[in-house]
C-alpha cells in the first residue's frame, strides 16, 4: 500500500515512516504543505496522512483543495488534543478519520486498515490481472492458482505495476514509490527485485521467466502485462 505523509514535525515524521515501513507499507513523506498538496494531487495513493499545522499551507487547506478538486484519496488527520474545532472542520470537508497527537503508530496502521477497507471494499481488495491474482489484505499472491512466496517489497513491488496494465513504469517511478526517495536513482535494486519476482514465478512449475507477467521496456523501465 502507498502512502503520503505530510508532517513537518521531524520526529514525528521519523517514526511514523518507520512504522509503516516496517508492516511493508510504501511511503513518501512531505515536509510541508505546498509540496504536500502536489503530491496528494499526483494520485497513487492509498491513504494520506495529513498534519493540520504545516508551514506553507494548512492541512485544512489541502483537504479542502483535494475534495474540491475531485480527489477522493482517505485522508486521516493529525492533530494537537485541544484543536477540537479544527477536527470537526477536518470531518466537515470529507476527512475519513482524525488521531490526536501523540499518538502509537500502530493505531495509525490500524486505522489506515479500516479505512481501507470502508473505502475499498472487500472486491477491491482482491486483484486480479490475467493469471496473477493479488490480495492486499492477506497480502497473498496467485499465479495460475500456485501461491507466490513475496518479500513484502516484492509485494508492494507488484502491486504497484498491477494498478495499470500495459503502462510502461520507469525504474525512477518504481524506486520512488516502492523504496521512497532517499534511495539512489543510479542504484539496480528495482532490476535485482524483479528478476527475483520472475524467478519465483518460474520455481512454482507453471511459467518460466519468459511467461513472466512483468515485462521490460528496454531503455525505459517495466509494465505489467495487459491480458490479450
Not at 4 to 31: N, P, R, T, Y
Not at 98 to 106: D, I, N
Request: net charge negative.
Amino acid at each position: 500500500m502507498n502512502v503520503l505523509l505530510i508532517e513537518d514535525e521531524k520526529k514525528i515524521a521519523q517514526f511514523v515512516c518507520a512504522g509503516l515501513k516496517e508492516q511493508a507499507f510504501a511511503v513518501d513523506h512531505c515536509d510541508n504543505g505546498v509540496t504536500g498538496f502536489e503530491y496528494a494531487c499526483r494520485g497513487g495513493y492509498d491513504v494520506i496522512v495529513l498534519d493540520i499545522m504545516l508551514p506553507g499551507r494548512d492541512g485544512l487547506s489541502i483537504l479542502k483543495g483535494l475534495r474540491k478538486a475531485g480527489h477522493a484519496t482517505p485522508v486521516i488527520l493529525l492533530t494537537a488534543r485541544n484543536e477540537l474545532d479544527d477536527r470537526i472542520e477536518g470531518l466537515s470537508l470529507g476527512a475519513d478519520d482524525y488521531l490526536a497527537k501523540p499518538f502509537f503508530v500502530e493505531e495509525l496502521i490500524a486505522r489506515i486498515e479500516a479505512i481501507l477497507r470502508r473505502a475499498s471494499g472487500e472486491r477491491t481488495n482482491l486483484v486480479s490481472v490475467g493469471d496473477l491474482k493479488l490480495d492486499r489484505y492477506s497480502r497473498e499472491v496467485t499465479w495460475r492458482g500456485e501461491a507466490v512466496d513475496l518479500t513484502g517489497r516484492e509485494f508492494n513491488l507488484i502491486d504497484y505495476l498491477m494498478r495499470s496494465p500495459g503502462r510502461v513504469f520507469t525504474r525512477t517511478q518504481i524506486l520512488e514509490h516502492v523504496w521512497g526517495y532517499d534511495f539512489d536513482p543510479s542504484t539496480n535494486v528495482v532490476d535485482v527485485c524483479i528478476q527475483r519476482i520472475r524467478k519465483k514465478i518460474a520455481s512454482i512449475g507453471v511459467g518460466a521467466d519468459g511467461d513472466s507477467p512483468i515485462e521490460s521496456v528496454r531503455g525505459v523501465g517495466y509494465r505489467f502485462r495487459k491480458p490479450a
